[in-house]
């Protein structure tokens, strides 16, 4: 019985320890990536809905780009081709660069549908009344935006933990270089592998959950 | 290799994914109920653990692919949801007065499928099809790390080689860029001769 499917449970409890130290290294990049896009990603899509000519062209040039390069090669970009600029970092900020200038691509069209969604009525009644641009875009619009950009949102937040996933690459030890470091190191891929699933789902399954409450109160 | 992989992954999730979009819409309710919970299991997964269970595990299963093989698998299973979630989304854009209508007028199956289905179909299932397919284009990507010599692995190789860094990866991006253009142009021709609305 050599091809026998073995699943040795105590190897997973064994290194506990360091699966329970990258997953935490993976929701740290997951959050810092989800904190510093969003603010960016909403730049970007009033940028393109409000912007001047040169602005709404500049930030149009940089989603197109960015959403048709896969995250791998923007990775290889901050984490191999920056240091050649002059900029070294470590990798975990190289990949945090990395995550935050694709995910600020796809990001910013899903916000700028929510941002559609609001008649331009809205904007002219908000002139009209004297409404300052910081005023009308933090009271009028976006809180009229929130229930249709909730559900692209929360989809592109799932999208952003597995792309941390791609970090495991440039050597940063979160849940899947961790993983991919253990089997080569114990040759237990699939106790490591369905762990680690398990982890992603775990995360993903608390997003969805916070999807859910917050369209409930968002409708 | 990076557009044979695509070609490979589309040709064999396209026809899984319409198969799967059927079943999702089955009569029975476990079969409908098992597929959905199927779906958001391995949508929540990253691609990149995919490829390395495809590369890992199966061989403790005793099925041992080459990295091209264990790419492809991977990376049709990581997309064939997504895809059957665009033709379910398009079959329910069909309402049922439809087929009644095919029906009563007595058309032929594969005249009916042509004439009055696809039609209807592919305006809603084409956008997002297209826009999963540019995702697999970027996530051959991901290959490289299985050893698949694609654009990207050549490339990590050759900036290892020369230390060209930034040149090669402007290139590498433009390549994927080309490839994804090539994919949304076919999209926007397509849209154009059939009169859609373009997305």
Known sequence: MGAAVTFDISIIALHSHALLLATWRTMLLFVATAAITTPLALAVALARQTGGRLLCALAATYVTVFRLIPVLVVLYFSFYGLPSLGVSLAPLPAALVGLVIASTAYMGEDLRGGLIAVPPGQWQ???AL????RQTVQRIIIPQAIPRMLPPYMSRL????KSTAVAGIVSVDELTGASYDLISSTYHATEFLAASACLYLGINGVLAL???LLERRFH | MTVWLVVCILAISTPLSVLLAFFMRSRLRAVRAL???LSAFVRGIPPLLLLFAAYFVLPVAGLVLTPVEAAVAALSLSIVFYFAECIRSGL??????QHDAIRALGLPRGRALRRVLLPQLLPVALPPYVGYATEVVKGSALASVISVAEATGNAYQMIMATGKTLTILVVLGAVYATLDGILLGLQALLARRWKWALP
Request: proline residues 0%; charged residues 5%; hydrophobic residues 70%.
């Open chain 1, 125 to 127: 009644a908000a002139r």
């Open chain 1, 130 to 133: 004297g409404l300052s641009y």
């Open chain 1, 158 to 161: 799932i999208v952003i933990v």
């Open chain 1, 210 to 212: 916070v999807q859910v």
């Open chain 2, 35 to 37: 597929l959905i919970l």
């Open chain 2, 92 to 97: 329910a854009a069909i309402s049922a007065g």
